[in-house]
């Protein structure tokens, strides 16, 4: 009985073995989506300008680039699909944040948010479709955000705290419109193109102000900030056999933040 169970659970996500890239490795929801994939028999690619804190199994394979920059990226994935033939999916993860007020933000602020937000994904999405063959289905996955149709309320924000960006934001919104636009274009090659869109998350490593999160919890409708766990379910979904008519689509995961 077990094991009819696990094979059925095996055809209804079909993830081991599968090859996963995974940009932004690193990060702390990075970090989770490796392990999960790992633990469910997947071979897995981290992509990042610097090594995870944690050691994973032997089918972690790291390589360390800058994402953003446009030879770096075609070089690495043109390694990859050399070393692995084909790949099945590719994750769309690495992001970074900047908090000071908009009266003070530089253009280096602007390049450094808009180059890993929004052009990382461009050239990866590009390079995944170029060597990518057609027989078989794939599926690209982006890390987009609430903040990209919702703009922070800022009465949940004190003077210190990590306050989202009007440019996060936007690249965010960015993130959202190319993933419906290869949603159409990639279909040539079998690939499902969809993002998730997080509400707050806790950071365990760097813990938000408890001000904030009293605030933010008081707003949301479950009470509450997301665990980093909760949102990868929605990840594994989108990358799963499950999903395999699921295209174009952004699976919000906020506790219900934007409803109201």
Request: proline share 3%.
């Given at each position: 009985m077990t094991k009819n169970k696990n094979q059925y659970l095996e055809s209804f996500l079909g993830l081991k073995n599968k090859k996963i890239i995974i940009t932004g490795c690193s990060g702390q929801l990075g970090e989770y989506i490796v392990k999960t994939f790992l633990n469910f028999g997947s071979i897995v690619i981290g992509l990042d300008i610097k090594k995870p804190r944690k050691k994973f199994s032997k089918n972690f394979i790291?390589?360390?680039?800058?994402?953003?920059?446009?030879?770096?990226?075609?070089?690495?994935?043109?390694?990859?699909?050399?070393?692995?033939?084909?790949?099945?999916?590719?994750?769309?993860?690495?992001?970074?944040?900047?908090?000071?007020?908009?009266?003070?933000?530089?253009?280096?602020?602007?390049?450094?948010?808009?180059?890993?937000?929004?052009?990382?994904?461009?050239?990866?999405?590009?390079?995944?479709y170029k060597f990518s063959d057609i027989k078989k289905n794939k599926s690209i996955i982006n890390i987009s955000s609430i903040y990209s149709f919702l703009s922070p309320d800022p009465k949940i924000y004190s003077k210190n705290d990590r306050k989202s960006s009007e440019i996060y934001g936007a690249t965010k919104a960015g993130v959202n419109q190319i993933t419906r636009y290869f949603a159409v274009h990639l279909s040539d090659k079998n690939i499902r193109v969809n993002s998730v869109s997080p509400g707050g998350i806790y950071n365990s490593r760097s813990p938000q102000n408890k001000k904030f999160i009293k605030k933010y919890s008081a707003r949301n409708p479950m009470k509450r900030m997301a665990e980093t766990k909760e949102i990868v379910g929605a990840i594994i979904y989108l990358a799963s056999n499950s999903a395999s008519y699921t295209n174009g689509h952004n699976l919000i995961v906020d506790g219900g933040m934007s409803s109201w």
């Open positions: 790291f390589y360390r680039v800058n994402i953003p920059e446009y030879k770096e990226n075609n070089l690495i994935f043109s390694k990859i699909f050399k070393k692995f033939k084909k790949v099945d999916c590719l994750i769309n993860n690495a992001g970074v944040a900047i908090f000071q007020p908009f009266t003070k933000r530089s253009e280096k602020d602007l390049d450094w948010v808009i180059n890993v937000n929004l052009k990382s994904y461009f050239y990866s999405t590009k390079n995944f």
